[in-house]
């Protein structure tokens, strides 16, 4: 409670009400007479630990960073499409904003989907739209169902909001508890999130269980980033699904199978209702004129981008297959362009370490349920058997 700190913040050291912030207090007293103004959801967030950038990775292991196996962040390790490239370089247009419909982009993504153009938005990634949705349903206090392990940004968000993380932790073979969501939605849950294939865990939730959560009534958002993936072995997407049912959201990106990570662009496919609430919130120019001009090319170029796509899985397979031989690990099958591995001896956190020293980056988590896990994002094939003969030579 923010009451009894008001405009009296500096009278003790410990008039600050959140620990974060128990350093203004102590370090600039001035400071904290604008702390007690804050929102206190905000000021009790955990700091979030920001990515290290390549060049200054780089620098700290002394390695080009061309040399560097980047492997921690399920970027394509292909790139970009050609064409992509070559409409970045040709846009004449970059002194003007960019369209604030992205008017051609969702043109061009209604026919991919098969959607109408009134139920796709786009985003500055798939993340904006994560942070969109949330605003539009969640105020300080309500409640949304989380299934980890899974990706953070859901909660993160959601703390952002001020609402709360209804945890409903998957099975032991990454499954979700169904019976535990339906509980969860009981409670009165405004949101589920289901990641389909999942990150980190690289299972597809059945259409049979995104069916049976679709008669909860809540909003049910199926992050589909990796679907290209999963879809290349003929799994189906549920973007069809969307305006069938009132309370699903889609959500896409072109970070993964396109390549386009650094632009940040993404899609929903959302229903008409939802969308409307978008568009009223969100920032006009949040797609920027290059991230559309990529993004359109990559759709004028999936054959291209495809092939790549097919050569990741095929890689996939052969990763899988070759870390299933190393004792010490075990890989679970995956529908993505990443492998999750629990480690069965020595410590996850060592290895990462000791992979990072020779350039190799690989994802850790310091999380509870995957502080022995290491998920491998698939490269390209000489930079999967230099990851693959450095774990190896680990015993
Ligand atoms: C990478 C990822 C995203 C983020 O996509 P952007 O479009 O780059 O913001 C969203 N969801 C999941 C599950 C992801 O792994």
């Known amino acids: 409670m923010v009451v009894g700190f008001g405009g009296r913040a500096t009278e003790t050291e410990t008039s600050v009400p959140f620990p974060n912030l128990a350093f203004i207090s102590t370090t600039r007293k001035y400071m904290a007479e604008i702390a007690h103004l804050m929102r206190p959801e905000i000021a009790d967030l955990e700091a979030y630990t920001p990515i290290v950038p390549l060049d200054v990775l780089a620098a700290r292991l002394g390695l080009p960073i061309e040399q560097l196996i980047k492997l921690d ?20 247009h970059y002194a003007i904003y960019p369209d604030p419909e992205s008017g051609q982009l969702r043109q061009r993504l209604a026919e991919y989907t098969g959607q109408p153009t009134a139920r796709v938005v786009c985003g500055a990634g798939a993340d904006e739209l994560i942070d969109l949705l949330l605003r539009i349903f969640i105020a300080p206090g309500d409640m949304v169902i989380d299934c980890p392990p899974t990706f953070g940004m859901y909660a993160f968000d959601t703390g ?5 993380v209804l945890t409903v932790p998957r099975r032991a073979d990454f499954s979700l508890d169904l019976a535990g969501i339906e509980a969860a939605a009981e409670r009165g849950a405004k949101l589920l999130f289901l990641t389909s294939p999942n990150n980190p865990t690289g299972n597809l939730t059945p259409l049979d269980e995104i069916e049976r959560l679709l008669k909860l009534p809540l909003l049910v958002v199926v992050d589909e980033a990796y679907i290209e993936f999963a879809a290349h072995a003929g799994a189906p997407s549920v973007g069809a699904w969307v305006g069938r049912y009132a309370n699903l959201a889609v959500l896409r990106t072109f970070s993964k199978w396109a390549g386009l990570a650094g632009l940040r662009v993404g899609y929903g496919l959302l229903p008409e209702l939802v969308a409307e609430q978008v568009w009223k919130i969100k920032q006009p120019y949040n797609v920027n004129l290059a991230a ?20 990741i899985v095929a890689e996939r397979e052969r990763l899988f297959a070759a870390l299933q031989t190393i004792d010490y690990l075990h890989p679970y099958p995956s529908q993505a362009n990443f492998v999750l591995c629990r480690v069965l001896r020595g410590e996850a956190a060592t290895i990462k370490n000791e992979l990072a020293r020779q350039g190799i980056l690989v994802r850790y988590y310091r999380t509870s349920l995957l502080h022995d896990c290491l998920r ?15 774990l190896q030579e680990m015993v």
């Open 73 to 92: 962040a399920n970027e394509n390790p292909y790139g970009p499409a050609p064409q992509a490239l070559a409409a970045l370089a040709g846009e004449p």
């Open 160 to 164: 952002v909001c001020g609402g709360r």
């Open 292 to 311: 559309q001009a990529a993004a359109i090319a990559s759709l004028d170029n999936r054959a291209y981008l495809i092939q790549n796509v097919a050569r």
């Open 376 to 390: 491998i994002s698939v490269g390209r094939p000489e930079q999967n058997a230099a990851l693959l003969c450095a």
